[in-house]
């Protein structure tokens, strides 16, 4: 704890959230308003967090979308990117690939009917960015362009690593979250491009069928980029997944599920501190929920089986979505491709930067309405025409093979701690992965075409979902241990027995609920290309405050 001197390790001050209290939460609160709340403390309102709001005059109350009609905004389908050229391949000039231009722009949009446009920032001038379709093996260029204003529209914290005064306010760099790519073109958050410039990224697609997203990640300002929408879907298809006969075209519905807070005036608004001029906070919660940029929207189905293939593009809320009329979701597929058989599911758990492939079968539903909702809460609704259609799409009680890796293939076994500090008003103002700051020299170094064994030790109340770029992996199982003994004497003490991963994470994975006061472990093939790359807690908020590391993937020495 060497460079977090004077910082108390944050144990048992207080018993935040269980993860289901978390999922439940409806709204968010940082953790001195959670102590002002929780404790005897009179005036908890009295200091709710001021915000600095360019867009939208900060004297406009918050919305309460409880407040709002619901399912009057049909369910937008994602815009299909379109490429303006091909380009020789920069991995083999004899072929030519598709080039795609997508420009991060400035624009505004309604979330609602009865709002007025909110102003965002997408990839294309949309949010979530258009989806990029492609096949296993075919590669493609796209260029990032960075169009933005000159000035950011949310509150930058200059305290935080890569956002330091005098760095320009608004930079950009693009990761392909998910995919096998070369160093080069994965979105290092430290080559960020401001307006005016942008970047060609090589995206190889050397990988088997799944959803894979794009989104910003420049260093400092992640949370806030990609707050204000620029993140997008990305699909990978292959001949393995065609011959299921899954459904597909008008049938197959991508959808990013996100929680935004917004004011009356229909603005995005983003909470600050009390603590200025640190406005950083460890947690966002928005209580309006969008999928596909609209709250509350509807879907027109027909009575048959649809493929949804949903993204968590949350920056910290984790979902745990259900059908209100209890009907079963079939999850088919994870972050990383398909399951080995449908996991029939009556809730799915979804943490931010997952991704989740699922068939409802609405086939005995005809005319009725259902409502898709988060625990308590409604997000969307379903409507089942009337009139019976064919159904040619099958369901395949068998979907692919993923053979376990034995664990006895690793070469290595990483045991990598996530730590949150406090200081001493009990704010949560640092997060480390492994006591290391993302400044400190590289500690994790695979070998290229090796599989090691990382175990995540989270001594913290929180579940943090970890990322690791580049590759897949698949998750072995989670353990109870003891984090007193842990947080003072480095010992691990097991106090349960070890949990096999759910049903539905028993495909390949590249993020894992690293679930609080478990020992998390996850068997990782080191596969694809050396280089640098990283990996780090999908809460954007832990993310940008150093809950994120490079790590090398090196050659045979
Ligand atoms: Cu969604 Cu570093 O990734
Ligand atoms: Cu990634
Ligand atoms: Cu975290």
Request: with cysteine.
């Amino acid at each position: 704890k060497g460079m977090c001197a004077g910082l108390r390790v944050h144990a048992f001050v207080f018993s935040r959230t269980s993860i289901r209290e978390r999922v439940k939460t409806k709204l968010l609160i940082n953790r001195r308003e959670f102590l002002q709340k929780s404790s005897l403390a009179a005036s908890a309102f009295a200091t709710l967090p001021t915000r600095i709001w360019p867009y939208s005059q900060a004297s406009v109350p918050a919305l309460d979308p409880n407040s709002l009609a619901r399912f009057v905004d049909p369910l937008p389908i994602l815009p299909v990117a379109q490429s303006s050229a091909a380009r020789p391949d920069p991995t083999n000039s004899a072929v030519q690939i598709p080039y795609y231009r997508a420009a991060m722009r400035k624009f505004a949009s309604k979330v609602h009917r009865d709002l007025p446009p909110t102003r965002q920032w997408g990839y294309s001038s949309n949010v979530p960015g258009p989806l990029f379709e492609t096949r296993k093996g075919s590669g493609l260029l796209v260029e990032w362009a960075n169009e933005l204003p000159a000035r950011h529209f949310l509150p930058i914290d200059h305290h935080l690593g890569g956002a330091e005064i005098g760095k320009p306010e608004v930079r950009a760099v693009v990761h392909l979250h998910g995919g096998k790519t070369p160093a080069e073109s994965d979105g290092y958050p430290e080559s960020w491009f401001v307006p005016g410039k942008s970047a060609i990224c090589h995206y190889p697609n050397d990988q088997d069928a799944t959803l894979l997203w794009y989104h910003d990640h420049a260093m400092g300002i992640n949370r806030l980029n990609i707050y204000a929408g620029l993140l997008g879907l990305f699909v990978i298809r292959d001949s393995a997944e065609d011959s299921l006969n899954l459904p597909s075209g008008r049938y197959e519905v991508s959808m990013v599920i996100y929680d935004r807070m917004l004011k009356r005036d229909g603005q995005l608004d983003y909470p600050v501190s009390e603590n200025s001029p640190n406005p950083w906070v460890p947690e966002v919660f928005g209580d309006a929920i969008l999928v596909n940029g609209k709250l509350f929207p509807y879907l027109d189905v027909e009575p048959r089986r649809y493929r949804f293939r949903l993204l968590n593009g949350s920056n910290g809320r984790f979902y745990h979505l259900s059908l209100a009329n209890g009907e079963v979701l079939h999850q088919i597929g994870s972050d990383q491709g398909l399951l080995t058989a449908p996991a029939p599911l009556r809730d799915i758990m979804i943490a931010p930067g997952e991704r989740v492939d699922f068939i409802i079968d609405f086939a005995d539903h005809a005319g009725e309405q259902i409502v898709l909702q988060n625990d308590a809460f409604v997000v969307m609704q379903f409507r089942v025409s009337r009139k019976k259609t064919e159904d040619p799409s099958s369901l395949p009680s068998t979907l692919t093979s993923v053979p376990r890796i034995p664990e006895s293939r690793a070469v290595k076994t990483r045991t990598l701690s996530l730590d949150e500090y406090e200081d001493d008003a009990g704010n949560s103002i640092l997060m480390l992965l492994n006591k290391s700051r993302w400044n400190m020299p590289v500690t994790e170094n695979p070998v290229l075409g090796s599989t090691e064994i990382w175990e995540f030790i989270n001594p913290t109340d929180d579940s943090h979902p970890i990322h690791l770029h580049l590759v897949k992996f698949q998750v072995l199982d989670r353990r109870r241990f003891e984090a007193f003994a842990f947080q003072t004497k480095g010992e691990v003490r097991f106090t349960g027995p070890v949990t096999a991963p759910d049903a539905n994470e028993m495909g390949w994975k590249d993020t894992v609920r690293a679930d609080p006061k478990m020992v998390t472990r996850i068997i990782v093939p080191f596969e694809g290309y050396t280089g640098r790359y990283v990996w780090h807690c999908h809460i954007l908020e832990h993310e940008d405050n150093e809950m994120m590391r490079p790590y090398d993937v090196i050659a045979e020495p």
